[in-house]
């Protein structure tokens, strides 16, 4: 059997909610304004889950997580990921690293991303690297309505 290496990408939006926390790229932001969603909404973690997924054939986070799955609800970003981790082992893939980018005009990020990565680093037992971005006031993230994030991971399948 020969190791394989492939690219995943992922994608994910949520619109604000203020009627929730906010956490993104593993990290609890207690004066930002949280993301709607069927768990905790962290934008990172769900974008470098489907990126995972993605490069290992395993379908997206839909498929593997649904929302008509009760036990997934409410469900921290990070503990996703790490079962997206897990379930990629047990498929015969590893990850090689991972980089997501996060684009949106809060929170301000750069303070924080060490920490973030060091976290979602331990989570996928691999190096992962967050950067943030904005639009200049263009789409959603532009008008502040919500936060998206992009991933690419790579991961080696043994065929």
């Not at 995943?8 to 909610?17: S, T, Y």
């Not at 498929?63 to 990921?81: C, E, K, V, Y």
């Not at 980018?101 to 973030?116: C, D, H, M, V, W």
Request: with cysteine.
């Amino acid at each position: 059997m020969t190791p394989n290496t492939r690219i995943g990408i992922g994608v994910d939006v949520h619109r604000f909610d203020p009627d929730v926390p906010l956490w993104l790229a593993g990290l609890h932001w207690p004066d930002e304004v949280g993301l709607a969603g069927h768990s905790d909404a962290d934008v990172v973690a769900h974008s470098m889950c489907d990126a995972l997924l993605s490069g290992a054939g395993l379908g997206d986070l839909g498929a593997q997580f649904g929302t008509d799955d009760p036990q997934w609800a409410n469900a921290s970003g990070t503990r996703l990921l790490a079962e997206t981790v897990s379930r990629l082992s047990a498929a015969g893939a590893q990850t090689i690293n991972v980089s997501c980018q996060i684009i949106g005009n809060r929170p301000r990020f750069s303070g924080r991303r060490t920490e973030a990565q060091e976290i979602l680093s331990q989570v996928c037992h691999c190096p992962v690297t967050v950067s943030a971005t904005t639009t200049d006031g263009l789409g959603l993230t532009g008008r502040g309505e919500g936060i998206a994030a992009i991933s690419t991971a790579l991961v080696t399948v043994t065929l």
